[in-house]
């Protein structure tokens, strides 16, 4: 059974930083995306940033290029994402997801396995 636990969520003041991690087990992965989403009450899943398993390759959402990073270790398992100069509209439950097609990396629906949430709240 594939479990996706995502760390690092929190409270920061806009302009702080915050790091999050989501570490896979129960499978190994070979090739995919791997991706950040988040979620605001009666809004649809919104696209983050993901990141390609084999090569390396990041994409990002308009809303957070220069801000957001997101990186991967193969070894581990775990993908993170760098928040930079956050912002309060940047607060939402942000998942974590894995699996997602190479191509079609912004779409959630590609994605087979996802994280609980951890909750990202940012104050003016």
């Known amino acids: 059974q594939v479990q996706l636990v995502e760390t690092g969520g929190g409270l920061v003041q806009a302009g702080g930083s915050l790091r999050l991690s989501c570490a896979a087990s129960g499978r190994t992965f070979s090739r995919g995306s791997m991706g950040w989403f988040r979620q605001t009450p009666g809004k649809e899943r919104e696209f983050v940033a993901a990141i390609s398993w084999s090569d390396g390759r990041t994409y990002y959402a308009n809303s957070v290029k220069g801000r957001f990073t997101i990186s991967r270790d193969n070894a581990k398992i775990t993908w993170y994402l760098q928040m930079n100069s956050l912002r309060p509209e940047d607060t939402a439950v942000y998942y974590c997801?894995?699996?997602?097609?190479?191509?079609?990396?912004?779409?959630?629906?590609?994605?087979?396995?996802w994280g609980q949430g951890t909750q990202v709240t940012v104050s003016s």
């Open positions: 997801a894995a699996d997602g097609a190479e191509w079609d990396y912004y779409r959630a629906t590609e994605y087979d396995y």
